[in-house]
């Protein structure tokens, strides 16, 4: 474990959890740094499959000890547009799950827009895994329906590849970086 003790910084990165594990080297495990192995990325892929089909939001945790040689305290000029501290060989700390329901009244304007022979489309952000679980819990995604990445898979394709106009949807799942949002 590290001693916080000593003078230095400490660097700690959020954000999508498969982006922060990529940048990842080594993971913490019970107080324990150890190197990642395949079977690391293997059960990491796992828990971020399972947990986002079920609708949670997940955030990546990672961090890195700056050495005091390279990064000296007590004001190192750090420099978000230049980048000048690290971004690769970080070590994973894990995942926080959160959980953003939908207003319990989508489901009933979702089954009323069916009934009048509306499409639903949902645009959002969210991992297209997180997506589809949102989208089924609400009756968006029916038993048989595909989402773009459904299709892609099936195909063996890029998403981007994916002609939207030749393949029947029942519901088309856009993921899309939206960072302000004005109403």
């Known amino acids: 474990m590290d001693d916080h003790r000593k003078p230095g910084y400490q660097l700690t990165m959020i954000g999508a959890p498969e982006r922060i594990f990529d940048r990842c080297s080594s993971i913490m495990v019970n107080g324990q740094e150890q190197r990642i192995s395949s079977a690391w990325r293997q059960a990491f892929h796992h828990a971020f499959v399972r947990i986002g089909g079920l609708g949670e939001r997940l955030i990546g945790v990672c961090d890195f000890r700056l050495p005091t040689s390279d990064f000296p305290p007590p004001e190192f000029p750090f420099d978000a547009d230049q980048e000048n501290f690290p971004h690769t060989d970080l070590r994973?700390?894990?995942?926080?799950?959160?959980?953003?329901?939908?207003?319990?009244?989508?489901?009933?304007?979702?089954?009323?827009?069916?009934?009048?022979?509306?499409?639903?489309?949902?645009v959002t952000g969210d991992h297209p895994i997180t997506a589809k679980a949102v989208a089924k819990g609400v009756g968006i995604i029916r038993d048989r329906s595909e989402t773009v990445e459904d299709v892609a898979a099936r195909l063996g394709i890029p998403?981007?590849?994916?002609?939207?106009?030749?393949?029947?949807?029942?519901?088309?799942?856009?993921?899309?970086?939206?960072?302000?949002l004005l109403i």
């Open 92 to 122: 994973f700390l894990g995942m926080v799950s959160t959980i953003d329901p939908p207003r319990a009244s989508v489901p009933e304007a979702v089954a009323k827009c069916h009934t009048a022979g509306v499409k639903v489309i949902m």
């Open 159 to 180: 998403v981007t590849e994916v002609n939207t106009r030749q393949e029947s949807f029942h519901c088309l799942l856009v993921s899309v970086k939206i960072p302000y």
